[in-house]
């Protein structure tokens, strides 16, 4: 079989460039790639690797610069209209129309796709069939979990029976139960023939393709299937403890030892990838040899990339900064500052927040976790006083929240899942405004945006607009806003969501020192793993707490006494599906 015949996707010698602030930009540089029939290829990198141009080429909607792009053996220059008829597109912001049901969203877009009414009913029960979705034909789009949401839009990319799908960063923003619902989905069709190229930012999930290919800097560093990735890690991975220090202590002091590739807290350890196969222990640390994963080789090949590049380079690429994001704090008691009571919230007639009670720690990082529409966005907006409850007591720093709104504000900074900044404003004009915003004025506001722009690094962006900067710089300004007036209580909703892993390491080495330094940190997240880098957890459900308490012991509750490690993932699955089953057998 000659490669064209075999090949749903290929790219032959690609560039393709952009204007950036009046400046050329290369998105993508001589990439050759060739995705197989019938498979499912895992497109991974870091934010700004080029991702979504590759997804956008293969889409036909841009050409590239330089090189040649043939889909399903079609040109994509030349036979653009043929391409369209013959793919499925999911884009990272699916457009569904939310003031329309679920079934007026699949007509809708039956309609535009020309199909006729007997194939346009017949496809749609088989899509309902296929996402669950036929019993919430009659709900609109905007009323649905975000998991629900997404398999909507994955249902309406699918209208036409594609040869090809192209899914971008599709489970970005939903639950673990609703990933692995999309997965068993993208498995599955993959098993009628179909072709799936999809790209993400959870790499467990690159486990479950076939094939993979890994851009950085525009560039195809390596495609291969996932275990040739993580061969030469054998002998190079390691589950690390120690009797007497905390888990955020060790990994802080794992991560400067030379020799450590990487270093992430992990269940009652952490876990260590090593440069060589061998163990760099110093007693009574007790370090046990695992088997590698793939962003174990994820991390590891692109650390080792950025180290070649600053030392090749005039200019070194930059580091993660380890100094504190805020000036050294004496010793701090770990006094209650957050106070929530039999906390209830109504919207009409649905209780959304069910009487729930739990306290927060100064210097704590407490997580707040549940399932898309478990009642954790509403509490959490409770909390920063964005939305008022309909019942039950909330103290936050001291105060009750209902009566001194305006005074207890600036003690808070904030972090949203989209990040609240302004796109067409610059870097710096984007601190400048959150500094005035807070009350900082004069030489307090220039020293201010001085530290901001030095300590996460953003002067090289200072005069770019924040909506052309790349993810990970997106989360820094973010919360640099959020800092500016060194609030007590940082609040953080999702701020990981969609952002790669490197990105995801430097935001929690900055957390972890905010933590020590006296701040105390709420966050919601999907990342199962963030979880464990949490002091106490609350895990909603159903508009109630299902548990609470420290990361072993949520673990503890859902494990069998065969399980010797269960993750935060495993444990939040099993606990959760226990607590609905019910609900989800009576619907």
Avoid at 532 to 558: F, K, W
Avoid at 572 to 578: A, C, D, K, R, S
């Amino acid at each position: 079989m000659d490669t064209a015949s075999s090949a749903a996707l290929e790219l032959v010698a690609c560039s393709k460039r952009f204007q950036r602030a009046g400046q050329p930009v290369w998105a993508l540089k001589a990439v050759t790639v060739h995705v197989a029939r019938g498979r499912v290829t895992g497109l991974l990198g870091p934010d700004g690797a080029g991702k979504t141009t590759l997804m956008r080429l293969a889409a036909s909607l841009l050409h590239p610069d330089q090189g040649e792009v043939r889909v399903l053996g079609l040109n994509s220059r030349t036979q653009g209209a043929q391409i369209h008829q013959q793919i499925g597109y999911m884009p990272q912001r699916f457009g569904l129309y939310e003031e329309l049901t679920v079934q007026e969203n699949l007509d809708l877009y039956a309609a535009l796709q020309g199909l006729d009414r007997t194939q346009q009913r017949l496809r749609q029960e088989e899509l309902l069939t296929l996402t669950a979705l036929g019993p919430f034909g009659a709900r609109r789009a905007g009323q649905l979990s975000g998991g629900m949401k997404q398999k909507l839009g994955l249902a309406c990319a699918l209208l036409r029976a594609p040869a090809l799908l192209l899914l971008d960063e599709p489970t970005v923003g939903v639950d673990p139960i609703s990933r692995r619902e999309l997965w068993h989905i993208i498995l599955g069709l993959r098993q009628q023939g179909l072709s799936v190229l999809v790209s993400t930012a959870y790499l467990d999930e690159a486990e479950r393709c076939d094939d993979l290919l890994l851009l950085h800097e525009g560039r195809l560093l390596t495609q291969a299937p996932h275990p040739v990735m993580t061969a030469p890690l054998q002998g190079c991975c390691f589950r690390v403890t120690h009797p007497e220090q905390s888990r955020r202590a060790l990994q802080a002091q794992l991560r400067q030892r030379m020799g450590v590739l990487d270093a992430t807290i992990q269940a009652d350890g952490v876990r260590v990838v090593c440069q060589e196969p061998r163990a760099l222990t110093q007693p009574p640390e007790q370090w046990t040899l695992v088997a590698p994963r793939f962003e174990d080789a994820f991390v590891a090949r692109l650390t080792q990339a950025q180290r070649s590049a600053s030392t090749s380079s005039v200019h070194p690429a930059p580091s993660a900064p380890v100094s504190n994001p805020l000036a050294p704090q004496p010793a701090f008691s770990p006094e209650v500052v957050i106070e929530v009571q039999a906390l209830v919230r109504r919207f009409g007639a649905f209780e959304a927040v069910k009487g729930i009670s739990f306290t927060v720690l100064r210097g704590q990082i407490f997580g707040l976790l549940g399932a898309n529409g478990a009642g954790k966005t509403t509490t959490f907006h409770m909390l920063c006083g964005l939305l008022s409850p309909t019942s039950g007591t909330l103290r936050v720093a001291g105060e009750p929240l209902g009566r001194a709104a305006a005074q207890v504000r600036q003690h808070l900074g904030y972090v949203s899942q989209k990040f609240s900044l302004y796109g067409h404003l610059s870097v710096q004009q984007n601190l400048a405004f959150f500094s005035s915003l807070y009350g900082l004025r004069g030489p307090q506001k220039k020293a201010r945006m001085r530290w901001a722009l030095e300590e996460f690094e953003l002067a090289p962006f200072a005069q770019a607009n924040s909506q052309d900067l790349p993810l990970g710089y997106k989360q820094r300004l973010a919360l640099a806003c959020a800092l500016m007036h060194e609030p007590l209580i940082l609040f953080l909703d999702e701020p990981t969501s969609g952002v790669d892993p490197l990105a995801r390491r430097e935001f929690w080495n900055r957390i972890n020192q905010l933590a020590d330094a006296g701040v105390t940190v709420m966050i919601t997240t999907h990342f199962m793993e963030e979880a464990e880098y949490c002091d106490q957890l609350v895990l909603m459900s159903l508009g109630e707490i299902l548990a609470q308490g420290t990361p072993h012991s949520v673990r503890a509750l859902a494990a069998r006494p065969d399980q010797e490690h269960l993750s935060m993932e495993e444990a939040f699955i099993t606990l959760i599906q226990q607590h609905e089953s019910p609900l989800r057998r009576a619907s």
